[in-house]
C-alpha cells in the first residue's frame, strides 16, 4: 500500500492517535495517503469512527506484531 | 454538512475529572466538532498556566482503584494525597494517556474555544494573570447563546 506519510502512534492512547492523525492529515493535498501506526486496541474503532464523520477514508487496515496499522487517505 | 457543536461545563479540579472534558473536547474537534468548554467552579483550576497542582485525594474517594484496600484512617494521613496523585500520573504515563497540559494545547490547537465564568473567578478572588492567556470570561446567560445551539451538551 502507497503512502505519503507515516505517523508513529505507538504507545499512544486515546485521543492521541485520532487528533494526531487529524494534525498530520491537516498539511496534506487531497488524495494522499497517511498510514498510522498504533498499538492502543481502541484506535480500532476510533479510526473507523473518524473516517465515517470527517469524510476521509480508511482505505486499509492491518494487524501487524501487536500493532494496528491504518491507511487514512484525505478527503 | 452543517457543522457540529458540542458545549462542556467543566465545573471539577481534581486530576481524575480534568481528564473528561479535555478529552472529549480534542476528540470531538478531531472529529469536526465546533467546540467550547465553559470553566466554572473548580473547573477554573483547569486554566491555571501551571496544572502540577491538580490532584487527587485518596479520601473519600471508594470508587477509586487502588493497588492495596487503603482504610480511611490512612486515606488521611498526611503526605498519602500527594502519593495518590504522583501514582495516579505515573499510570496514566506509563498507558500513553496525554499529559493535562498536553490534552489543554491540543484542545486550543485545534480550537476549542474556552470560557471561564467570571462569577466564580470573582466568587474565588482568582488571579486572572495566573490563567492562561487564550480565555475569554463571561456568564452562563453568555455561555447558553452557544450552548442552546449544540448537538452534545454536557456536565462534568
Known amino acids: ?75 | 454538512m452543517t457543522t457540529k457543536k458540542m458545549a462542556i461545563i467543566a465545573t471539577k479540579g481534581t486530576l481524575d475529572m480534568a481528564y473528561p472534558p479535555f478529552i472529549l473536547a480534542s476528540t470531538a474537534a478531531a472529529l469536526g466538532y465546533d467546540v467550547q468548554i465553559f470553566f466554572t467552579f473548580y473547573g477554573l483550576q483547569l486554566l491555571r498556566k501551571d496544572l502540577s497542582d491538580v490532584m487527587i485525594s485518596p479520601l473519600a474517594n471508594p470508587a477509586m482503584p487502588m493497588p492495596v484496600p487503603m482504610p480511611v484512617m490512612v486515606q488521611m494521613l498526611p503526605g498519602m494525597e500527594s502519593m495518590a496523585t504522583m501514582m495516579m500520573k505515573q499510570k496514566l504515563k506509563k498507558h500513553g494517556v496525554a499529559s493535562l497540559e498536553e490534552l489543554r494545547d491540543l484542545c486550543l490547537e485545534a480550537d476549542v474555544k474556552f470560557i471561564a465564568c467570571q462569577m466564580t473567578v470573582d466568587l474565588f478572588e482568582f488571579d486572572k494573570s495566573e490563567f492562561i492567556e487564550n480565555v475569554e470570561y463571561g456568564g452562563a446567560a453568555m455561555f447558553f447563546g452557544f450552548a442552546g445551539e449544540t448537538d452534545i451538551c454536557l456536565f462534568v
Open chain 1, 1 to 75: 500500500m502507497n503512502f505519503d506519510k507515516e505517523l508513529n502512534a505507538r504507545g499512544l492512547s486515546c485521543p492521541l492517535p485520532i487528533v494526531k492523525t487529524k494534525k498530520a492529515l491537516a498539511d496534506m493535498a487531497t488524495g494522499q495517503v497517511l498510514k498510522v501506526i498504533a498499538t492502543d486496541v481502541g484506535a480500532v474503532k476510533d479510526m473507523q469512527a473518524f473516517a465515517d464523520q470527517t469524510g476521509h477514508t480508511l482505505v486499509a487496515t492491518a494487524e501487524e506484531n501487536g500493532e494496528y496499522i491504518f491507511f487514512m487517505k484525505k478527503k
